[in-house]
């Protein structure tokens, strides 16, 4: 079964920095865009950033760009998410997803997510 | 990018069918059928269970089915089960190049 495992989350200060890890397992990690999502305490999901397969083409939100990095180690099968400049509406807990459904523009599997608390 | 619009709770009983319904605009739902609903149970990973407006991965059971017209989408599940009590999210593309998500739709099966 495809897998996916989320790390690296914690309380940081505002201003502070994280890197957040997500451990790709049971599928060719190299072959798939992949995506960094962010909910927060009774909100809906958000977008946060996503990568190509071969990490060459990055996108971001908005809301992250200039702050957050999106990056992959394939060798490693590993996603990663370094979030710097960190604020209070950057809590969230953060989900990883590979891209996939029948399009492949789909989200078709999900970590179980690392909570990320910015506060002082 | 604002989220899409979806209402904030649904009910049913066991057996009965409800539907979720997610508005965009023509940026989002309106402008590519790239909409897909997911299911989360709270502390669980999230689920697709449909994809590109209407198609079932598999092994997501024949009682979801999903719907676009115009800028509205539209997720139906028939013979509600207790199972299916769980938060569902609609997302889309978008022409911004990113994807966007409704602010989910707590289903409670009575």
């Known amino acids: 079964e495809v897998q996916l495992v989320e790390s690296g989350g914690g309380l940081v200060q505002p201003g502070g920095s994280l890197r957040l890890s997500c451990a790709a397992s049971?599928?060719?990690?190299?072959?798939?865009?992949m995506h960094w999502v962010r909910q927060a305490p009774g909100k809906g999901p958000v977008w946060v950033s996503c990568?190509?397969?071969?990490?060459?083409?990055?996108r971001y939100a908005d809301s992250v760009k200039g702050r957050f990095t999106i990056s992959r180690d394939n060798a490693k099968n590993t996603l990663y998410l370094q979030m710097t400049s960190l604020r209070a509406e950057d809590t969230a807990v953060y989900y990883c997803?590979?891209?996939?459904?029948?399009?492949?523009?789909?989200?078709?599997?999900w970590g179980q997510g690392t909570t990320v608390t910015v506060s002082s | 990018q604002s989220a899409l619009t979806q209402s904030a709770s649904v009910s049913g009983s066991p057996g009965q069918s409800i539907t979720i319904s997610c508005t965009g605009t023509?940026?989002?739902?309106?402008?590519?059928?790239?909409v897909s609903w997911y299911q989360h149970h709270p502390g669980k990973a999230p689920k697709l269970i449909i994809s590109?407006?209407?198609n079932r991965p598999s092994g997501v059971s024949d009682r979801f089915s999903g719907s676009k017209s115009g800028n509205t989408a539209s997720l139906t599940i028939s013979g509600l089960q207790a199972e299916d009590d769980a938060d569902y999210y609609c997302?889309?593309?978008?022409?911004?190049?990113?994807?966007?998500f409704g602010g989910g739709t707590e289903l409670t099966v009575l």
């Open positions: 590109d407006v209407s």
């Open positions: 023509s940026s989002d739902i309106g402008g590519y059928n790239y």
């Open positions: 997302s889309s593309y978008t022409s911004s190049g990113a994807w966007v």
């Open positions: 997803a590979k891209a996939g459904g029948s399009s492949g523009m789909d989200m078709d599997v």
């Open positions: 049971r599928f060719t990690f190299s072959t798939y865009w």
């Open positions: 990568i190509s397969g071969d990490g060459s083409v990055t």
